[in-house]
């Protein structure tokens, strides 16, 4: 096996690994097909950082306002034992749940050390598995290894046993109205879950029992139409899974990643860190600025060079191998013949050219 830890190091300019947490594992799974995003995370470069010093600081991040109003409901559903999210299991979505134990494992004995945490979050999934015992286990302090390290999940989440089967339930503060929430904020959360649904299924792997036992269908909890009673809906995460057990996998692969960049390649801070970023092909859509920390560089490269990216995820795919604005319009125009290969995607836009220049005629 090809040792990668001094090239790592090296791409880090000498920094330490930057931690991965359920929220940037999730994100991996949102644009699988950057490489720039591959290397940075495999090398556990801090993207926050590079963004910041870049002059692009990453476009996101909660207000107070949200993480309070957040941190409220989650106390209210979990209060006096889970009783409230117990009465939404029984009734809204029909479990029959008989008895129940509620352990938090926040903190063991005062002392919230992860591999303490880890240990007690092993030893009950354990007992759980043979024996039934438990029925909300809040905080589980997860682990997955990424890129070949370790990376602890923030406690979220509570995991849930009944009948021997383990389901995770995310609690979220964004609303359901009339029974819809805004799409893009469940994609986030069904992302997120299954990070936790990857990580408690190798959990009970090592364990040595079957996988399968962690559910794949997840139940989300937020508040209904403006107020503050909570609604459960169930979701299944099986494409966030397979997104992420193959980015994962691609991670695993860094030796791969690597051998295709400069041998002194470094994302040290200074003033050739644009260049060295560059040198990387990023795969920019406007959908990265929810998810990825560099997403303001890539946006600005993007729009620099006319990227069809820059226009949306869609427009790339449905102009595949056209990669400027200033092609498409050229081939549109007929000023660029095409190669074979874009023969087809050129006669479309000379057709949607067409009917461009039909429709405002006749808007005229
Ligand atoms: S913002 Fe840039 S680095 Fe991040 S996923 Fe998008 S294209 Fe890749």
Known sequence: ??????????????????????????????????????????????????????????????????????????????????????????????????????????VVAGDEGRELRHSRTRRLIARALETGAG???????????????????????????LAGRLHVIEIKSFAVVDGQAEPEQVAAAARQAAVYVLALRRLVAELGHDPERVSHEVILVCPENFSNRP????????????????????????????????????????????????????????ECISGCEMALFCRDEARACGETGALGRSVRDDLGGIDTIGTALALADGSLAPSDDLAETAEQLRAASRLRAEALRGGV
């Open 1 to 106: 096996m090809i040792d990668t830890a001094p090239d790592l190091e090296r791409l880090r300019g000498g920094a330490p690994p930057r931690n991965h947490d359920a929220r940037t594992i999730a994100a991996l799974t949102s644009n699988p097909g950057c490489a720039r995003r591959g290397v940075l995370d495999a090398a556990g470069v801090d993207k926050d950082a590079v963004a910041r010093e870049l002059g692009f600081p990453a476009p996101f991040g909660q207000s107070q306002f949200a993480i309070t109003r957040g941190n409220a409901f989650e106390a209210q559903v979990k209060a006096d034992g889970g009783a409230e999210l117990l009465a939404l299991l029984r009734d809204h979505l029909g479990l029959d749940v008989p008895e129940v134990a509620y352990d938090d494992l926040e």
């Open 135 to 161: 029925t909300l286990f809040d905080h589980p302090l997860l682990r997955l290894e990424i890129a070949g390290s370790p990376a602890y999940l923030e406690p979220d989440v509570i995991a849930f046993q």
């Open 231 to 286: 609604t459960a809906t169930p979701i299944d995460v099986r494409p966030q899974l397979a997104v992420l057990g193959r980015q994962l996998a691609r991670l695993t692969r860094v030796d791969e990643l690597l051998a295709e960049l400069p041998d002194d390649l470094t994302f040290e801070p200074g003033a050739t860190l644009a260049a060295s970023v560059r040198t990387v092909k990023a795969r920019y859509a406007p």
